[in-house]
């Protein structure tokens, strides 16, 4: 089946940037056309690049806006448990305290390197 012909009237400017454009290899004037067209009632390629945009950057603020809270609910449990800890934790004795500094420092390079070991297998981005 044949398919159908349209016979329209161009402003010079257009048809001139039509015909420079069909004589590129693999173009012609009836796919460029007819690309065109499909553009013209596709709703979605209708939409303007900033309408596009403003709905990735809404998608992204909400992830942002997620993330900040998920940071803030982290900060507040550590500040918590912190301040809970320094509460309950007795002062040491005068001859307690070179020792339990020692042992204090052994701990808190334990828990450097396992946290190094941990970032060093994450992703990078």
Known sequence: MPRPRVHI????????????????????????VEAALSSWFDPEARQSLEDRLLVRLDRFDERQSGIERDVAFTFEVLTQYILYWLARTEPLPDGERDAAQALGQRRFDHFIDQVARKLADVPQR
Not at 22 to 30: C, H, Q, Y
């Open 9 to 32: 009237r161009l402003p010079t400017n257009l048809h001139a940037r039509l015909c420079e454009e069909a004589g590129k290899p693999g173009a012609s004037k009836a796919k460029i």
